[in-house]
Structures are given as C-alpha cells and as structure tokens.
C-alpha cells in the first residue's frame, strides 16, 4: 500500500469529535499525497472548497451553490458517470499512479500533481459567480490546466444558462459583440475565418458562447478551456465583455445593473 499523508481540515469541533459543522469564513482546505515523495515520485493532491457564502443568500440557496461547485471540484478523472466525490476522485488518482508506477522509467520519473480550488468571484445582486480551476500533472506529454465558470441564481442557487441571462431579443448581439471579443483577444481580423485561424467552432455554427462564464464587477466573462475550441497549444481563452455593453443583453430582473447603466447602442 502506497504511504498517505492526509491532513483534511474542515470541523470546528473539539479534537475529540468531528461532527458536520457550518461552512468556516476560510475555504475547506484536503491535501493528499500517495507515494514517498522522497525519494520521487509521489502524487500531491490539493482541493480547495468554496469558501463560506454570505447570509443573505438564503440557506438552501446556499446549499444548493454547494453542491453544483462540489460536483464540479469532486468530478472524477475518468468514468463521467461516476458519483462526484472526494473518495471516488483520490480512488481515480491513486489507481492512475499505480498504474504509472508499474510502467515508469526510473531515469525520467517525475511527481504528479492535481491541484483543484473553488474560488467565489462575486455577487451581483441575485447573482452569484464561481470558479472551479483544475491544474497540475497526472502523466502523458505535459501538464493540464483548465478553469470552469459558473453563474448561480442567488435566490434559488439554480445554475443558470445563457437564456436565463440574456434577453430572447438580445442574443444574436451578444453573439456579434463576443465574437468581436474574441477576435481582438486572439488578433484574428475580419476578413479571415476562425478555422483558418486553427480554431474548430463548429462549421454549420459558427462562433458560439461559452457555457462557461460568470458576472463580475469587470463585465461578462466568458471563459474557453484549451482543447475546447482549439489545439492545445493555444492555451486558454478569457474575453470580458464590460458592463457597460453587457447591459445592454442582460435581464435587468435577474441582474442588479448599476445606475444610469444602459444599453449604448454598441450592440446594434
């Protein structure tokens, strides 16, 4: 049996007894290691949970972000089907570098790591933006990292989709200005195709949202994982859309927009 250290911190209970407690003002904090580490090689693991929500979002809407933000953290590396969860994810972990260590070449070993965190973006009236960010190295020709978004009803903590967000009338705009976005980020003019430019959005499609963004005081982010519309090579892409502009495509009933704050017209 590989040796593991775990050190997992998330009672407020006396050292005698760990019952469920409520969410701590600090994020949860499970670190792992299978393996010696020295001499190499081990595998780290490092999960950070959501941090403690504010009391104005009610309890089961707080509960429910939770969940959806655990679901992710927890995903399992390889049965998509498999149930989320922290054993299931270090059983997927440590049977991997099992499986490494069996085949490894002693002269080109290297550590593994997995480093997961939740991380709170903001609150916009009713609603709340998450990050789930997953990094490291768990074998193969280089290393992973890759971010998730999500965007929260703050008064029920249902994840919310593109047309919860956005106007019935206003989605080809966002379209069009996210698009423009995404050409300015990656320097792609107007007059050359996204796949002549090695990206692969569907052809009968075209330029389409990420299903991953969030709502922050910056603006709309939308956020493209390597390999998600690209080779790996090409790395991440980030566009923030600025309220400003965003305004003008968003539920003003699901989205508290600041004063005066109005469509532009830089959407038409």
């Not at 965190?117 to 997953?134: E, H, P, R, W, Y």
């Not at 106007?167 to 195709?193: G, Q, T, Y």
């Not at 994982?225 to 090409?234: I, R």
Request: net charge negative; proline share 7%.
């Amino acid at each position: 049996m590989p040796l593991r250290s775990i050190a997992f911190c998330f009672c407020l209970a006396l050292a005698s007894a760990c019952a469920p407690a409520a969410r701590p003002p600090t994020p949860v904090t499970d670190q792992v290691s299978f393996g010696s580490c020295n001499p190499q090689p081990c595998v780290k693991v490092s999960l950070v949970g959501l941090a403690a929500l504010p009391p104005s979002l009610s309890e089961a809407s707080r509960d429910s972000i939770y969940a959806e933000t655990d679901r992710v953290l927890y995903a399992p590396l390889s049965d998509a089907d498999a149930t989320p969860s922290r054993k299931h994810l270090l059983g997927d972990v440590e049977e991997q570098f099992n499986e490494y260590l069996e085949v490894r070449d002693p002269e080109t070993e290297v550590n593994w790591e997995l480093t997961r965190k939740a991380t709170l973006l903001g609150i916009d009236g009713d609603v709340v933006s998450v990050s789930i960010s997953s990094r490291g190295y768990l074998g193969g020709a280089h290393g992973f990292r890759d971010e998730k978004l999500i965007t929260f009803d703050g008064k029920t903590g249902k994840a919310l989709g593109w047309d919860d967000l956005v106007r019935a009338d206003a989605k080809a705009s966002l379209l069009k200005v996210a698009e423009a976005e995404f050409r300015k980020v990656r320097n792609i003019p107007l007059n050359k195709s996204l796949s002549d430019a090695g990206f692969f959005f569907d052809e009968g499609k075209g330029f389409t949202l990420s299903e991953s963004f969030a709502v922050t005081k910056e603006g709309l982010v939308l956020h493209y994982n390597p390999y998600e519309v690209g080779p790996y090579v090409m790395g991440p892409t980030d566009l923030v859309i600025p309220m400003s502009i965003a305004s003008g495509v968003l539920r003003d009933d699901v989205v508290a927009l600041p004063p005066g704050e109005a469509d532009t017209g830089l959407l038409r």
